[in-house]
């Protein structure tokens, strides 16, 4: 893996991206940021060496580096999931190689269903904790060791200082932004009834089918992380009607210039 890392660390700083400070992970339906970045360079997945590529449709599979905020950030525009078929391997390997080229900060976003029944789709949710469902972890690989701690700490996966942050910003702009628990399941299935059921019991607020694999790699990298859940849908077990992936999609794109407020007036205050 370090080979690979190198390879393709050294790839993109050959296509111009230089001493990048933060990344940023665009989840479902949360590609407008991009639209905010001073483009230096952006390249397509399929054409970085060792790197998966996005199979989701509304997943544009690009990497994109430049200026947000004052500061040089690379940019995930369109992420990858366990149920594409990748390991968790693959699923985190554009983390490794956005510390490998620098960054200390990942930001990341995604859309989520909402457990808590307190939360309402078109809202935001900050991620205090997590809980993974996804059957393994990242870091379960011979020779992690040599890339970070094997037993890597989780006492406090989601940078506080950042989040504090977030809070005090969505105050100033009169966004709501609801603080919780956020649970990562494999998918591409939506959940039934009882496992609404169930995630409520263990203690979620939110559920969706990413970020947990690419924050425990931050973590593990000794990365700075935090995250946003833009809710998408209600999914109350006794009152659950069927979801269409289009309105998900819809609704991810109503919410998401709030997002944006929220990312870019961070990047200003880091």
């Known amino acids: 893996m370090i080979k690979f890392i190198t390879e393709t660390a050294d790839y993109l700083a050959e296509k111009g991206f230089k001493n990048p400070e933060i990344g940023i992970i665009l989840g479902t339906g949360l590609g407008q940021l991009t639209n905010e970045i001073d483009v230096i360079s952006e390249v397509s997945y399929n054409h970085i060496p060792n790197f998966p590529t996005a199979t989701v449709e509304f997943h544009k599979g690009k990497l994109i580096y430049g200026d947000l905020a004052g500061k040089k950030v690379v940019v995930m525009q369109g992420r990858f999931h366990v149920y594409e078929g990748y390991s968790l391997q693959d699923v985190t390997f554009p983390v490794r190689i956005m510390e490998k080229l620098g960054i200390k900060t990942l930001l990341v976003s995604n859309a989520a269903g909402a457990i808590n029944s307190d939360f309402k789709k078109g809202e935001l949710m900050l991620i205090d904790d997590h809980i993974n469902l996804q059957g393994s972890s990242p870091l379960a690989f011979k020779g992690v060791e040599i890339l970070g701690e094997r037993f890597t700490d989780m006492s406090a996966p989601y940078n506080l200082d950042i989040n504090e942050k977030f809070k005090s910003i969505a105050k100033a702009h009169n966004i ?95």
């Open 176 to 270: 709501t932004l609801h603080e919780g628990v956020y649970a990562s399941v494999v998918g591409p299935q939506l959940e039934t009834r009882a496992e609404y059921r169930m995630l409520k019991i263990i203690g979620a607020d939110a559920v969706g089918m990413s970020t947990v694999p690419e924050i425990i790699v931050a973590n593990h990298l000794n990365m700075r992380a935090a995250a946003i859940s833009v809710l998408t849908d209600e999914c109350d077990p006794e009152n659950l009607k069927p979801v269409d992936i289009s309105e998900i999609i819809k609704m991810a794109e109503k919410a998401e210039p709030q997002m944006i407020t929220l990312f870019k007036e961070l990047i200003k205050k880091i």
